[in-house]
């Protein structure tokens, strides 16, 4: 009887040993297999699945705007400060898809990205025949323009608007404000150069995104994985640039980081992700700030820290995006009218959140908060996959006096005029989650229900082998002491 106790013990050992040998291998092994199957998935591989979501994105995304209503415009043309009052949002159904794609040897891929926007009215306030007053951004950019000019041109620039009646502000639907409309001034200064045989290329017709329907903003160039999943999705190029040319120093003129939807996999969230926005002209790094899940899907969530919008004397690598150069603005505010054909282009965050409190008092009717406000992208961590965005911009202009411009006259103090803010969002569908979650995520929780499970039963049997074998040795001295203590007291 002994002894067949004693050989159970010594199985029951054994097999302990062995499971728990077998659990500790399986950490290694398996998150290898896992860590194999990512990396072989991602690569951007023509025909892959990975490629076809990518190429043609199937998460529906949003684009929104609110625009800033000017409802004391007389009164600012007269020096008083304005008052705004936003309305929104104003929704498109967003597709992209990328065209013209080559693959070269060295493991890169060139590419277009076409976007094209569908106006979504149940999504919507109203239609796009809502009319509200803002800024005459083609008539402040002939004003900017000619600033240094000859007084004798400004005047006769000045009576050109009078006699077209083109004032400060203007009303405009949301159709002609986003999308374009005839505008006067343009028709007819285009007209009078021709007249003098002056070459003009630029069009008659102005909308904040004019041209921009069923376009592409420019060819990229990324690394496609395949040849390395170190630098999947970064951005080698845009229009075959390797950095810009618009700002005054390396840094700002650098193009770092991929275009904010993938990432190389398993990267710490330590680390910061870099965006290049063509929208914002430049790139952006992004910093953890917390773990979100986002139906049923753990993620890391990345915002711009403030920082990265901070003037000279908080952040002095942004004295690059100074123009022109040294001539700085507040924090919070990036003057893109180096490339915006010199038009006066201030983006910012909506609200003008992340500003200078005296930036944000300059306009009566703005609130900024954090959770309305800041972009953010929540990555998938393992995969680097964004699947959670929201892209949070706001397109302002600058007014200022400027001698010989009658609308200009009164205005004592520059004005950064907010025009409209934009969030242009994606989640992942219901569909794409389930099939993550079933393709990766419950593979993952089985391989740990293996492995620690395994583990755990071999942590057990050697715990009751051992527990066994103390009580035994507990009996054996009990039962010795009881015969001395007999022995002493015969």
């Not at 929104?88 to 065209?99: A, L, M, S, V, W």
């Not at 277009?112 to 109203?126: A, I, K, M, Q």
């Not at 919070?332 to 003008?352: E, K, Q, T, Y």
């Amino acid at each position: 009887m002994a002894t067949k106790k004693c050989v159970g013990l010594i199985v029951c050992g054994v097999l302990g040993v062995l499971f728990l040998a077998a659990g500790c291998s399986l950490l290694y092994v398996f998150d290898s297999m896992i860590h194999s199957e990512v990396k072989g998935n991602l690569p951007l591989k023509n025909g892959s699945d990975s490629f076809k979501n990518w190429q043609s994105p199937r998460t529906p995304i949003k684009f929104q705007i609110w625009i800033f209503n000017v409802t004391n415009h007389d009164e600012v043309i007269q020096g008083r400060k304005p008052h705004v009052q936003q309305h929104g949002p104003y929704t498109y159904r967003e597709h992209r898809e990328k065209i013209d794609i080559k693959y070269f040897d060295n493991g890169t891929v060139t590419y277009r990205e076409l976007r094209s926007f569908v106006f979504d009215r149940e999504n919507s306030v109203g239609s796009e025949d809502d009319t509200y007053y803002t800024v005459n951004l083609p008539a402040v950019t002939i004003m900017d323009l000619v600033k240094r000019e000859y007084t004798i041109l400004k005047k006769v620039i000045n009576a050109l608007l009078l006699v077209l009646r083109e004032r400060l502000f203007i009303p405009l639907s949301v159709n002609q404000l986003m999308w374009g409309y005839e505008d006067n001034l343009l028709k007819t200064v285009k007209t009078l150069l021709k007249d003098l045989n002056v070459n003009v290329t630029f069009s008659d017709e102005f909308g904040l995104f004019y041209n921009q329907n069923n376009t592409d903003d420019g060819l990229y160039e990324i690394y496609s994985g395949i040849k390395s999943m170190d630098n999947f999705g970064q951005i080698i190029s845009w229009n075959y640039l390797e950095k810009l040319n618009y700002w005054t120093s390396d840094v700002s003129n650098m193009i770092n980081g991929t275009d904010g939807t993938i990432y190389p996999p398993f990267i710490a969230k330590e680390e910061t992700k870099y965006l290049f926005s063509s929208d914002l002209c430049r790139s952006l790094g992004m910093d953890y700030t917390k773990d979100v899940t986002v139906k049923g899907i753990g993620m890391d969530r990345f915002v711009a820290p403030d920082i990265m919008f901070g003037n000279v004397t908080v952040n002095p690598y942004n004295a690059g995006f100074c123009t022109p150069k040294d001539n700085c603005l507040p924090s919070g505010l990036l003057n893109v009218s180096v490339c915006r054909s010199g038009a006066p282009v201030i983006m910012s965050m909506p609200h003008f959140l992340g500003c200078d409190q005296e930036t944000v008092d300059s306009i009566h009717g703005l609130s900024p908060n954090r959770e309305e406000h800041q972009s953010y992208i929540d990555i998938e961590p393992m995969t680097g996959v964004a699947m959670n965005v929201g892209k949070r911009l706001q397109i302002n202009t600058y007014i200022q006096h400027i001698e010989g411009f009658s609308d200009l006259a009164n205005i004592k103090s520059p004005i950064f005029m907010p025009v409209i803010w934009l969030n242009e969002s994606a989640v992942i569908s219901d569909q794409d989650a389930s099939d993550f979650k079933t393709q990766l995520l419950d593979k993952i929780t089985l391989t740990t229900w293996v492995k620690y499970g395994l583990i755990g039963l071999g942590a057990f049997m050697i715990l009751c082998v051992v527990v066994i074998l103390v009580s035994m040795r507990l009996r054996q001295m009990v039962t010795l002491f009881v015969f001395l203590f007999h022995l002493l007291d015969i």
